[in-house]
T-cell receptor, first 112, second 114 residues
């Protein structure tokens, strides 16, 4: 069975620090990878997508993909209290991009 | 990105009844999906809503329990039938706006079955 694993946390970092969130996946054939942010009581919001090995940067966020190690990570630089949320890693199962397997999420807490 | 509206946003229902959730998008989209997020759990895909034909269900989900319609490129419904407390969950409509674009979610429907 295809799986996506994340450390549930909580991960606590001080304001201004770098938060590092990690995710591993079981299906070596996966091609598309996503990070979603979910605030408590809200729906998931897409932060980053990554499709090829290496780093992809968008503002304070950097996604890293290593297909050989089946590993995806999200770095948040200059963490802010408003970044406090659950971060969901999602991996495409094949076919449509909407056909995703989600991890259980890592809860991030950024302390002022 | 497209604006995805779900109705109702929340409901409390009695066991044995059915609830239909509506999802309206403000523009035509390629694909629509229904996900479930049970308390303390991550998201699980229920089915792909196919325009003008029967939905494609994931393992563990069946049409009799979760009938889905998608009459056009902007609208879909999910019905949760013969509800039990185990159906208490957040149900999320999601869309792929264009082919192979990332998934975006509506605000969800929080369902409680008593």
């Amino acid at each position: 069975q295809k799986e996506v694993e994340q450390n549930s946390g909580p991960l606590s970092v001080p304001e201004g620090a770098i938060a590092s969130l990690n995710c591993t996946y079981s299906d070596r054939g996966s091609q598309s990878f996503f990070w979603y942010r979910q605030y408590s009581g809200k729906s998931p919001e897409l932060i980053m997508s990554i499709y090829s090995n290496g780093d992809k940067e968008d503002g304070r966020f950097t996604a890293q993909l290593n297909k050989a190690s089946q590993y995806v990570s999200l770095l948040i630089r200059d963490s802010q209290p408003s970044d406090s949320a659950t971060y969901l890693c999602a991996v495409n199962k094949g076919g449509s991009q909407g056909n995703l397997i989600f991890g259980k999420g890592t809860k991030l807490s950024v302390k002022p | 990105s497209a604006v995805i509206s779900q109705k109702p946003s929340r409901d409390i229902c009695q066991r044995g009844t059915s609830l239909t959730i509506q999802c309206q998008v403000d523009s035509q989209v390629t694909m629509m999906f229904w996900y479930r997020q049970q308390p303390g759990q991550s998201l699980t895909l229920i089915a792909t809503a196919n325009q003008g034909s029967e939905a494609t269900y994931e393992s563990g989900f069946v049409i009799d329990k979760f009938p889905i319609s998608r009459p056009n490129l902007t609208f879909s419904t999910l019905t949760v039938s013969n509800m039990s407390p185990e159906d208490s969950s957040i149900y999320l409509c999601s869309v792929e706006e264009t082919h192979n674009s990332p998934l975006h979610f509506g605000n969800g429907t929080r369902l409680t079955v008593t």
